[in-house]
């Protein structure tokens, strides 16, 4: 396994720390001191697969889960210490009360964080508006699509205005013009001042929207940092080049430490072993008569870093076993 | 601030549960039922007493003096069966003399007679009338036993006349229990009135039975609520914008208020329907019927006890309920949880109803003092008349103090239990949750 780079911790008070977090359950690591850190004012993606430990994280933070070792802090004061109004946060398990009309449960979650009723009434509808969605408003909720549930429970998640996001994969089960509304929403969430982390295993998402990123694998950190640093980190760096003639580049096979990862009419990415220069492949590209329409250094997408740290793409379900000590500790 | 902000979250999720609660279609025919099951309830003793003027009350006449009870015996039926022109009777009672008291009255306990009559002689040369009975002996009857041993004392009087010269004395009559009637007896001899008493125990079996069905009932909708917030997944959104502890209490007190405002629109038309049946009575059976005595036994003492047992009983079933149904993850699993939990009712529902027939066993009086069982039995006890104002006061003492206990143990396993999904609620995962909390 490659070295695990370590996250520099900055020095400022004012982040949201996850701090050597530790969590069992029964034979299970669900958290194995996991560390980073998230500046204030960033949309911040939280990627892992399935059972990496997303949730468990974001359920310590809001109160739900005890760790057994670390905490968490916002602005130095550890989250047990902290008001639930801290956070807004949008559980993986969506829900509502099926009965209940929509604008009542919005008040009434607003209500829980310590939101007067009138603005909570006035700032919900103004979220249904934004969401395209003011004919919800005195419906059920089991009368609403998945979609539309989900958008409520994001607005019941930020209706009391607080500092911190927990979005425990928000884009799940949306169709694309719903991504759009929601994004759209982080980024000006963000503009506004509040830090936003969401949970992903979808990598071209948090490559599109997030500042920075830390990718978790079995509760432990793997690596962390803004997008550029965590694409960098691999030490592979990537040519896209365009040729006219054969697109299938059979020149590249002169230059060692090189493979094309995704072949392309226009484009064609070639990565490149550490210590392969890319000049290389340009050389070998005029040496063997092709003509250069573009060619571009580029740094790996998070999804090949992803596969290269962790060993296989986060869409991938990881089945947490029990190590043999840890059975042997139960049994 | 902290205090100020768990009120709030108590106080919103209560206000949720009760709004939430009344506004449904269930409460509103629940109610209904309830309150026309209580109706009928409340009609029940004035329909006994149409019934019961075909039945025949068998009474055992017994005196030290010879002759009397005899004498007694053919006046009272002489008096007391009216005979009909065509050669019937409307019977309603027959004597038979007997020898010795205890033995009478043990035939009383054993169902045998109705009542036993013991007649004494007093120094005055009056009468005195005793009349032993375990319930058996109905309002009306007592009173009609009544006129008879008028009658019996008046003639009694004129046939000693002149030899003695005395003054007529109007016979004493008392209504006495035959269990713990008499000197012998353990404990103070308990003179209620046949009347009275039989209007206690009607209102004592409404006020337990209802006091049992809505613990259990509504211990359910806790139950049911708990339950609801986890299979509709709104649990984990829930508990990170409040508490275990405002979600717990907030629930409690939700459905315990609109458990309460059921109850009031229960026991409304209820009243109004006692208060009718002794109108209705008193034309069909005559004035002094005795069929509005209920209402009598309903005191206001009685009524204010009802309330503080069903308040503090409630939060105490309450927490039960939700504790156990933090560890459920589908609605099907209320059904395994839910006779466990109406075992505790069921059995503090059986001293009740001993206490009600006027039993003081030890345990009855032990089980007036269990915070689980208090509500039905000090409650009984009550109803009947049989309870020191210490014995109930120490019962609400005692209940005043486990609530909250039981209501903390309730928040540790609820807050354990909540985000659990998927596995059979057993005692070992409650005590888990209960230790870890």
């Known amino acids: ?331 | 601030m902290s205090r100020l902000a768990a009120f709030r979250g108590i106080r919103l999720v209560a206000m949720r549960e009760l709004v939430e609660r009344v506004r449904s279609r269930a409460f509103l025919f629940s109610t209904l039922l309830l309150a026309g099951l209580a109706v009928v309830v409340a009609l029940i003793p004035l329909g006994v007493r149409l019934f019961d003027r075909a039945t025949i009350s068998r009474i055992a006449v017994v005196s030290a003096e010879p002759g009397l009870a005899a004498y007694a015996a053919g006046t009272l039926d002489q008096y007391l069966n009216v005979r009909l022109e065509a050669g019937g009777s409307t019977r309603q009672f027959t004597f038979q003399t007997a020898t010795d008291e205890v033995a009478a009255r043990n035939e009383v306990l054993a169902g045998h007679f109705s009542a036993a009559i013991s007649l004494v002689r007093t120094p005055a040369h009056g009468l005195d009338f005793r009349v032993y009975s375990s319930g058996g002996l109905g309002t009306d009857r007592a009173q009609l036993l009544q006129v008879g041993a008028f009658a019996v004392g008046i003639l009694d009087w004129t046939a000693s006349q002149p030899s003695t010269i005395s003054p007529f004395v109007q016979p004493a009559f008392e209504v006495l229990d035959a269990s713990t009637g008499g000197a012998s007896g353990a404990g103070a001899m308990v003179a209620v009135d046949a009347a009275d008493y039989a209007g206690r125990r009607i209102v004592g079996i409404v006020l337990v039975v209802l006091s049992f069905l809505t613990l259990v009932f509504y211990g359910m909708w806790v139950a049911s609520g708990v339950v609801a917030e986890k299979t509709s997944r709104v649990m984990e959104l829930l508990i990170s914008a409040a508490t275990a502890q405002d979600l717990v209490i907030g629930k409690i007190v939700g459905i315990g208020i609109a458990g309460l405002v059921q109850v009031l629109f229960v026991l409304a038309p209820a009243l109004i329907a006692l208060i009718g049946s002794g109108a209705i009575g008193d034309a069909m059976l005559g004035p002094g019927s005795g069929a509005s005595a209920s209402l009598s036994a309903l005191s206001p003492t009685l009524l204010g006890a009802f309330l503080v047992y069903f308040v503090l009983g409630f939060a105490l079933y309450a927490a039960l309920y939700a504790a156990a149904a933090s560890l459920l993850s589908r609605a099907e699993d209320l059904q395994i949880i839910a006779l466990p939990l109406s075992i505790p009712a069921v059995a503090g529902y059986f001293p009740a109803v001993l206490a009600l027939s006027g039993g003081s066993a030890w345990f009855i009086r032990v089980a007036s003092f269990v915070p689980f069982w208090s509500p039905f039995v000090m409650l009984s006890r009550i109803a009947v008349g049989r309870a020191e104002p210490w014995e109930v006061a120490v019962s609400m003492l005692l209940l005043v103090v486990t609530v909250p206990v039981v209501t903390l143990l309730a928040i540790r396993v609820y807050r354990a239990g909540v985000l659990m999904y998927g596995q059979p609620p057993t005692l070992r995962l409650y005590w888990r949750a209960i230790r870890g909390g």
């Open chain 1, 1 to 331: 396994m490659r070295p695990v780079p370590a996250l520099p911790l900055c020095s400022c008070r004012m982040s949201l720390v996850i701090d050597h977090l530790s969590k069992r359950f029964g034979a299970v690591k669900a958290l194995d001191d996991l560390t980073f850190e998230v500046a204030p004012g960033q949309v911040f993606g939280f990627l892992g697969a399935n059972g990496a430990g997303k949730t468990t994280t974001m359920r310590i933070a809001v109160g739900v889960l005890e760790a057994d070792a670390g905490q968490i802090t916002w602005e130095g004061r550890p989250s047990t210490e902290l008001p639930r109004s801290t956070w807004g946060y949008l559980p993986e398990e969506r829900g509502l009360y099926p009965r209940m009309q929509v604008l009542d449960q919005l008040v009434f979650f607003a209500q829980l964080h310590g939101v007067a009723p009138d603005r909570a009434r006035r700032e919900a509808n103004a979220w249904l508006r934004r969401f395209r969605a003011e004919d919800l408003a005195t419906r059920k909720a089991e009368q609403l699509s998945k979609g539309n549930q989900q958008k409520i429970q994001f607005i019941a998640a930020v209706l009391h205005e607080p500092p911190v996001l927990l979005m425990d994969e928000p884009f799940t089960g949306l169709d694309p013009v719903n991504v759009m509304l929601l994004r759209e929403a982080f980024l000006e969430l963000r503009d506004r001042g509040r830090t936003v982390v969401f949970s992903t295993h979808q990598m071209e998402v948090a490559e599109a929207l997030c500042e920075a990123v830390a990718i978790v694998d079995r509760g432990r950190m793997v690596v962390g940092g803004s997008i550029r640093d965590v694409r960098r980190s691999t030490g592979r760096r990537q040519v896209r080049i365009s040729v006219a003639g054969d697109h299938r580049l059979p020149w590249l096979a002169n230059v060692p430490g090189t493979r094309v990862i995704q072949a392309g009419m226009d484009r064609t990415a070639v990565e490149l072993d550490e210590g392969v220069e890319p000049d290389a492949v340009l050389a070998a590209a005029i040496a063997a008569g092709a003509r250069v329409l573009h060619f571009e250094l580029a740094d790996p997408s998070l999804e090949q870093v992803f596969i290269d740290h962790v060993g296989r793409p986060a869409d991938e379900e990881v089945h947490l076993a029990p190590d043999a000590a840890d059975v042997e500790a139960v049994a």
